[in-house]
């Protein structure tokens, strides 16, 4: 089975408007996803990435407009500035590393995680729900079919935060300066704009494979 890896942090919007991208592209091709959540905030400074808040105010909104153009164009909710997106420096630092342990708790259990993250982007993104506060994850988790209640448990358990811990180390080292990434055989693929190109990467994988 092919394996394809995501790099990303449960606030990314771009993570978000991918996702049924991504859920189709898994399902056609058959391939074996992985979610990897990072610290986006540890890693993104030392592979050449510039988070939102750092930068220039042309660059800032410019992301709105493309943000809005791509809304508009998969007919997807989103709200440009939802009320849970920290516009200046979160008083929690961790606010936006709870709902990626509870998707890699999920991946733990062997379940399929994508929903379950998808969801709980969408709770922010679209919905304008806290997903740093545990009895936000634990309800979206539950209202897609999962036990919320165990899964935040899980979060800040040793093997979960050693996971968290090894996603962070392997995006430095593969290059990831963004979110999201998808890495295939190797290659990059930086956002959710090029998830064609990796549709098309997997046709010729399969293909080289006799898949």
């Known amino acids: 089975m092919i394996a394809l890896d995501c790099y990303y942090s ?11 991208q991504l859920q189709d592209i898994v399902r056609r091709h058959h391939v074996k996803l992985t979610l990897k959540p990072y610290d986006f905030q540890a890693v993104v400074p030392q592979t050449g ?7 220039p105010e042309a660059r800032r909104t410019y992301h709105a407009l493309e943000l809005e153009r ?5 007919g997807m909710p989103l709200v440009l500035e939802p009320a849970h997106y920290p516009k200046g420096a979160p008083s929690d630092r ?3 590393k709870y709902p990626g342990w509870m998707v890699i708790a999920a991946q733990l259990q062997g379940l399929d ?3 379950l993250s998808h969801a709980l982007l969408r709770a922010l993104w679209a919905e304008e729900r806290d997903t740093s506060d545990a009895a936000v994850r634990i309800a979206v988790a539950d209202e897609n079919g999962y036990d919320g209640a165990a899964l935040q448990a899980m979060e800040q358990k040793a093997e979960t935060q050693a ?7 392997e995006a430095v080292d593969k290059g990831v300066f963004g979110s999201p990434i ?3 055989d190797g290659e990059r693929f930086w956002g959710q704009d090029r998830l064609v190109f990796l549709d098309r990467a997997i046709d010729r ?3 080289a494979r006799g898949a």
């Not at 449960?10 to 049924?20: E, K, M, T, V």
């Not at 791509?70 to 998969?74: A, E, G, K, Q, V």
């Not at 996971?163 to 180390?169: F, I, K, L, S």
Request: glycine share 8%; hydrophobic share 45%.
């Open 70 to 74: 791509w809304r508009d164009y998969l």
């Open 94 to 96: 961790d606010w936006n």
């Open 205 to 207: 994988l399969r293909a």
């Open 10 to 20: 449960l606030s990314s919007p771009w993570a978000y408007l991918g996702g049924p």
């Open 113 to 115: 995680a994508q929903p």
């Open 49 to 55: 990435g510039i988070p939102l808040k750092t930068r």
């Open 182 to 184: 998808f890495i295939l």
């Open 163 to 169: 996971v968290y811990r090894a996603y962070t180390a």
